[in-house]
């Protein structure tokens, strides 16, 4: 079945407008990279002005979301996808939206009801429960025990921090074949969302402030890649018919099969369709280093760089074999790939040609610069390689580790964050939802993170370390040991300690010492051997003592409020805790 032709027949039929996909470059709106959401070329529209399609729509919209960029390599992340999304603007309200909804999934798509569970918008102090939606999911049969109630955090819908809103309510499938429960745990990792229908009534301001829109709209989105991995069966995105060509083609070229190469696969089957996406779009976008340019260029460097480490010759013409099976097959639902096909083969093979060549210099340099007489790339070498020669430092710690060194990765990142102080200028801003981040809100989360593996500790225990770390400007990741699933409980106590020692504002302190002396004092270091002799060891209060290369904040107090907002498996026997401050 196809689901995209399938759904746009649906809607059709009920009375909406196909609308085609806009472009993935935004016409309008300067302050994003790229459209994000099926709703976001629509938001005059749901203010008020008229659609000159109609007031019912539908259609398939291109989205590219680098948010979870670091991510790409799992079974589900994906730097370009495909929402379905209908509309009402205006016209029909929740009622109409969720038989819609319950009819396409359970009638179309022949999804059994008993795999079928949906939140629903539990109110706050300015909206009130929404009942209605839950006692129109009951009228389909969906009972009181498939159905949560979720606050804000969950099952509010808002594009960035001000725009029109609304309480949503989310679609679960239940992907197992273990007995399916009778009760909807939403954190059950079993449950996947599948579709949102955002009910957007409202309209935040900077500040906050909701106010009522001139309409009741009715906004939905379900990514394609998911429903249809969905319905084939599996959990691995990469493994249904939207991807088996491409995969089977990296296969055939490496010489490898996917099992056991899944990571690096994945990443360049997913870098590949973003940047042949994003270099025909009708922006004419070309790599840079600046905006759009840059992301195309570091999309594409990254894959060349995942292919080199599959064995691959970079100088081939594997990645034009791939970019030409992408084109013919969305080239019938995407004409500009047609037109454009020629411009994206060429931006595709001169970005490769130039990196090919940064590469072979930097790696000659490489050799030079840190010879074989050393154990440890200072931070210097590390960003001169960088800086001077366009040699990610990825590349440097993959280089390290194949000859047994290790790299000042820390010192590495404060010279990089010191020089890109200095070069922030007009992109300011424009990488909201992007990759780029604004220092001091990093500078909380570096300090929340300690907070955090403190907090664990005292409650999960001693053994929680950590073994991964990421920050964004909109969130931190922290994946540390943990042998069970966290219960509400234990996240709470872990909130809790970490709001309590920022109420206290404790200061933060940054010491110099001898590795020896770090050790000996307790401080806490997941990877000892990765530092110099001299160490900086950041102190808070009593209750953390970590390595670090910092930067921090100087006194907790500055945080703000600390919130998980997702804690699951990041593989086995590892966790993974997303919060945020705010
Ligand atoms: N705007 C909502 C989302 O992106 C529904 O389309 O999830």
């Not at 979720?150 to 309480?167: E, K, M, V």
């Not at 009760?183 to 402030?209: A, L, S, T």
């Not at 960003?383 to 590495?412: C, H, N, Q, S, W």
């Not at 500055?558 to 498996?569: M, Q």
Request: net charge negative; proline share 3%.
């Amino acid at each position: 079945m196809n689901v995209r032709d399938e759904f746009i027949k649906y809607f059709v039929k009920n009375g909406h407008k196909q609308i085609p996909s806009a472009p993935i470059v935004p016409e309008n709106d300067p302050t994003v990279l790229f459209n994000t959401a099926g709703m976001q070329p629509l938001v005059p529209y749901l203010m008020g002005e008229k659609h000159p399609y109609g007031n019912r729509l539908c259609d398939y919209q291109k989205c590219v979301r680098l948010t979870d960029l670091d991510e790409i390599g799992d079974k589900t992340h994906h730097t370009f996808f495909e929402m379905l999304g209908n509309w009402s603007l205006g016209d029909y309200f929740k009622k109409e939206s969720i038989n819609y909804s319950f009819e396409f999934l359970t009638k179309v798509l022949n999804i059994p009801l008993e795999r079928l569970a949906v939140t629903v918008f539990a109110g706050d102090d300015k909206i009130p429960l929404d009942e209605a939606t839950a006692s129109y999911w009951k009228s389909h049969g969906i009972s009181e025990d498939r159905i949560a109630y979720l606050g804000r955090d969950n099952n509010f819908w808002i594009a960035g921090d001000s725009g029109p809103c609304g309480g949503d309510t989310e679609i679960f499938y239940f992907r197992s074949n273990d007995e399916i429960p009778k009760k909807f745990d939403p954190n059950d990792e079993r449950w996947v969302e599948i579709w949102n229908n955002v009910f957007m009534e409202f309209y935040q301001d900077k500040d906050g402030n909701i106010t009522e829109l001139k309409q009741k709209n009715v906004d939905t989105g379900m990514g394609l890649e998911r429903i249809v991995a969905v319905l084939e069966g599996t959990d691995d995105n990469y493994k249904t018919s939207i991807w088996s060509d491409v995969i089977h083609k990296l296969e055939d070229i490496s010489n490898l099969s996917y099992e056991g190469n899944e990571k690096a696969m994945r990443i360049i089957a997913d870098h590949i369709r973003t940047s042949v996406f994003i270099s025909a779009d009708p922006a004419s976008i070309k790599p840079s280093n600046t905006d759009q340019g840059y992301i195309l260029r570091r999309l594409i460097r990254r894959y060349i760089r995942q292919a080199r480490k599959l064995g691959i010759d970079i100088n081939s013409d594997f990645d034009l074999e791939l970019a030409l099976i992408i084109m013919d097959k969305y080239e019938k639902y995407y004409s500009e790939l047609k037109d454009n096909r020629d411009a994206v083969l060429e931006v595709l093979s001169l970005e490769k040609k130039k990196f090919a060549r940064t590469l072979e210099k930097g790696l000659r340099e490489f050799e030079k610069l840190v010879g074989n007489d050393t154990k440890i790339i200072g931070k210097d070498v590390a960003f001169k390689l960088y800086d001077t020669y366009g040699f990610p430092i990825e590349l440097t710690l993959e280089e390290a580790k194949d000859r047994g060194m290790i790299v000042d990765v820390d010192g590495f990142y404060d010279k990089f964050r010191e020089h890109q102080e200095k070069s922030r200028t007009a992109s300011k801003g424009k990488f909201k939802g992007g990759l780029s981040g604004d220092g001091e809100i990093e500078t909380k989360y570096h300090t929340a993170t300690h907070l955090l593996n403190a907090a664990l500790k005292k409650v999960i225990g001693p053994s929680v370390h950590q073994l991964g770390s990421n920050i964004t400007p909109e969130r931190l990741r922290f994946d540390f040991p943990c042998d069970h699933k966290m219960t509400d409980d234990e996240k709470k106590k872990v909130e809790d300690l970490v709001n309590e020692w920022i109420k206290e504002d404790l200061s933060v302190q940054k010491l110099e010492m001898s590795k020896d002396e770090a050790i000996k004092s307790g401080a806490e270091c997941t990877f000892i051997d990765r530092y110099p002799d001299i160490v900086t060891v950041y102190k808070i209060g009593d209750v953390s003592m970590e390595l670090c290369g910092g930067p921090h904040v100087s006194h907790t107090g500055e945080l703000g409020e600390f919130k998980i907002k997702k804690e699951e498996s990041s593989s086995a026997g590892v966790r993974r805790i997303k919060a945020i401050l705010k």
